[in-house]
């Protein structure tokens, strides 16, 4: 297996602008995640998926962002005006089933100047 | 209170030593718990999974858990240099099976 892919692996873009990072989980997959991870503040959930429905997004920063998954082998992360403060790595993660291990894509990484 | 805590170290120790990395919880109706490696610049990566009390062994890592005190270990015998890392501790809890990660324990082993 490819294990979870995620694309791009690096983004620089100028404040304003919007991004939209990629994920396709592992096939079989029926869990997918979106963390965000800083120094200050480590491994964030930002929302999470099972069977592509929305079911936690208490960590969704604001408005600015939000997420997708239209089918099982794809969701996107959307930031829409980015910040500076948004600069961090993003990972995405799937799990095939609620009580088991999750497995982690390489994550992107973004810079907002 | 976070939900899930941990030191951030550094955790030093010499090499061939056994480190030793804590965790503790505060949901008592947690039902399973992970341990994670993270390599600078490198994604988590599973290297336990434990859910009833007790301990866990695979290899050099061995896991504990002890739900009456909603702690979590990790012991790794025999420390080598490429064990050099940041563990992060991770809990599965609540009706939706969130996933809580702690701040994660930056492991330094010295040659």
């Known amino acids: 297996d490819a294990g979870v892919i995620q694309s791009p692996r690096h983004e620089v873009t100028e404040m304003g602008q919007e991004v939209t990072l990629r994920c396709k989980p592992i096939?079989?997959?029926?869990?997918l995640f979106w963390y965000r991870q800083t120094m200050m503040r480590g491994l964030e959930l930002l929302i999470y998926f099972n069977n592509n429905v929305p079911i936690d997004d208490s960590g969704m920063p604001e408005d600015r962002f939000s997420a997708k998954m239209p089918n099982a082998s794809f969701s996107t992360l959307k930031i829409q005006p980015s910040e500076p403060r948004d600069s961090a790595v993003y990972f995405c993660?799937?799990?095939?089933?609620?009580?088991?291990?999750?497995?982690f894509g390489p994550g992107t990484r973004l810079t907002v100047t | 209170q976070k939900e899930v805590e941990q030191n951030s170290g550094p955790l030093s120790v010499p090499e061939g030593a056994i480190a030793s990395l804590n965790c503790t919880y505060s949901d008592r109706g947690s039902q399973s718990f992970f341990w994670y490696r993270q390599y600078s610049g490198k994604s988590p990566e599973l290297i336990m999974s434990i859910y009833s009390n007790g301990d866990k062994e695979d290899g050099r890592f061995t896991a504990q858990l002890n739900k009456a005190s909603q702690y979590v270990s990790l012991l790794i015998r025999d420390s080598q240099p490429s064990d050099s890392a940041t563990y992060l501790c991770?809990?599965?809890?609540?009706?939706?099976?969130?996933?809580?990660f702690g701040i994660g324990t930056k492991l330094q082993v010295i040659p």
């Open positions: 096939s079989g997959h029926n869990s």
């Open positions: 993660a799937s799990r095939l089933d609620r009580l088991y291990e999750q497995y």
């Open positions: 991770a809990v599965i809890s609540g009706g939706y099976q969130k996933v809580t």
